[in-house]
């Protein structure tokens, strides 16, 4: 099982899509990584050998910021906003949509799911 960056990477999945698992790389950046390192995209995970494993974590560090790293900063990069009271930042500091989209109807996901309110009881008819 090949463990690249702290995570270990499934053992029957083609390398390509095995990089994916690694926080900030996605398919488009898998495919460049293995291009850079001369490594054939088909290759399965556990058929790996040493020497490629080496390559693609050599690259990995020096070129791309992934896990801890990018996470990191893109936490610093809310609270920023957040500090300098940017629109987005309040946006945050509330957890509602940052982009423009409609908060009357929609928006669960960051609203939080239906909040049931008890209604009034009806008078009732004689």
Do not use: W
């Amino acid at each position: 099982m090949a463990r690249i960056a702290g995570v270990d990477l499934p053992r029957n999945k083609r390398i390509e899509i095995a990089l994916t698992y690694i926080y900030g790389i996605g398919l488009s950046r898998s495919k460049e990584i293995l291009k850079k390192t001369n490594v054939d995209a088909d290759i399965k995970c556990q058929d790996l050998n040493d020497q490629q494993v080496v390559s693609i974590r050599e690259i990995l560090e020096s070129s791309y910021q992934i896990e801890g790293d990018l996470k990191r900063f893109e936490s610093m990069s809310i609270k920023r906003l957040m500090e300098i009271s940017t629109y987005r930042g309040r946006r945050h500091r509330l957890g509602l949509p940052l982009r423009g989209q409609r908060t009357r109807t929609n928006a669960r996901t960051r609203r939080g799911g239906k909040k049931t309110v008890a209604g009034k009881k009806k008078a009732p008819r004689k």
